[in-house]
């Protein structure tokens, strides 16, 4: 077991949480993952109305007696101030544990959020905007480096340097993503300081994951040389797995299409549309470089379990090293 700030703030099991995913995260699958002992976020876009996200809400509840969240992305192409107040109330109410905010600051949610005591962690590309939430009062920081599927951010730096640069300059707890998909990765996010880590695309390619598997598959196959950054033009870089509407989206703007052009492969209901058909090429799916560590489709608490107990032997395995000393590590070539 890791106990550390984040799972003594939001009474989970592991220091682990499934980020929000658009049109994804419903109450089975965020159950599932409340059930294996980590966070998981009901991504507020998903539903039609706040009515509908209440709904999801009790569903949820329904299903698992553990604690979980509501994602509120407040992104370009579907803020509405008055509709995403609508969520936060929502969440607020029906006292969830936390919010994953995203996209934007989150300050005007604040007070929602604090008079009914749900914990506010807030994901961010930069520094810049953690420093800004952190002064808005949130309860931590999910730190995202450039590897992560989905909105990576203008600025361009990764896990390994973004982690311990914001641990050393928040003073609240930081929850590191990008790029993170197995124990390696959580051992490492913790050695640099993280109190917990957060997973997108590694859940998305899970057995209870509600995407067709033609596309579940492709989360499997793709290398480290397979995704591609779109939009950055545009200033809202997305990262996903290379296929044939990504290259389009690029194409556009390289000719400095419209943006209505770019989101009507981009937005919303077309990716909705290709989870349930299976086009792996239709739309663009956020996706990690850390999925080149995807191997096989497995249901969520093996995924959690096995993070768990490799790290337990990832560190057996420091230790060992350090008793074992310089020269018979070195195989006594040390000089
Ligand atoms: C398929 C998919 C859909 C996503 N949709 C959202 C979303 O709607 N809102 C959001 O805040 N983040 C979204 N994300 C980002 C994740 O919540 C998380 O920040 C990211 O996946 C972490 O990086 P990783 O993919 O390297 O684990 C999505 C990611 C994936 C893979």
Redesign the pocket.
């Known amino acids: 077991m890791f106990k550390t700030k984040i799972t003594e703030m939001l009474a989970i099991e592991h220091p682990i949480l499934m980020?929000?995913?658009?049109w994804?995260?419903r109450a089975e699958f965020v159950a599932a993952a409340a059930n294996a002992g980590i966070m998981a976020f009901l991504?507020a876009?998903t539903f039609p109305s706040a009515g509908a996200l209440r709904e999801e809400i009790r569903e949820v509840r329904r299903l698992t007696k553990r604690p979980f969240g509501v994602?509120i992305?407040m992104?370009p192409e579907v803020i509405h101030e008055e509709r995403t107040l609508d969520f936060a109330r929502v969440a607020a109410e029906e006292k969830v544990t936390a919010v994953?905010t995203?996209?934007r600051d989150p300050s005007f949610l604040m007070p929602v959020f604090k008079e009914a005591g749900v914990r506010v962690l807030h994901?961010v590309p930069s520094l810049r905007f953690a420093k800004k939430a952190v002064s808005a009062g949130v309860d931590a920081v999910?730190m995202?480096g450039l590897?992560?599927?989905?909105?990576a951010g203008m600025d361009g730096v990764p896990t390994l340097v973004i982690i311990p640069r914001a641990v050393d300059e928040l003073g609240v707890p930081v929850i590191a993503?990008?790029?993170?998909?197995d124990a390696r990765g959580f051992a490492a996010a913790l050695a640099l300081g993280a109190e917990a880590v957060?997973?997108?695309?590694?859940f998305?390619a899970t057995i209870e994951s509600p995407?067709h598997e033609n596309i579940k598959k492709r989360y499997v196959g793709v290398t480290e040389l397979d995704t591609t950054i779109i939009m950055r033009s545009i200033r809202n870089p997305l990262r996903c797995y290379r296929n044939k509407a990504t290259e389009a989206v690029l194409a556009m703007e390289g000719r400095n299409a419209p943006l209505a052009e770019i989101l009507a492969i981009v937005g919303g209901r077309v990716g909705r549309a290709a989870y349930d058909s299976g086009d792996a090429e239709g739309a663009a799916?956020?996706?990690?470089?850390?999925?080149s560590l995807i191997h096989e489709l497995k249901p969520i608490h093996e995924v959690v379990d096995e993070i768990i107990e490799g790290a337990h032997r990832i560190l057996d395995g420091l230790k060992g090293m350090e008793s074992a000393g310089p020269s018979a590590r070195t195989g006594g070539m040390a000089s």
Not at 177 to 181: D, E, K, L, T
Not at 198 to 202: A, H, K, P, Q
Not at 285 to 291: E, H, M, N, Q, V
């Open positions: 980020g929000g995913m658009q994804l995260c991504t876009e994602n992305s992104l994953e995203a996209g994901k999910i995202l590897e992560c599927g989905g909105h993503a990008g790029g993170i998909a957060l997973m997108g695309t590694r998305a995407m799916f956020p996706c990690s470089l850390g999925a």
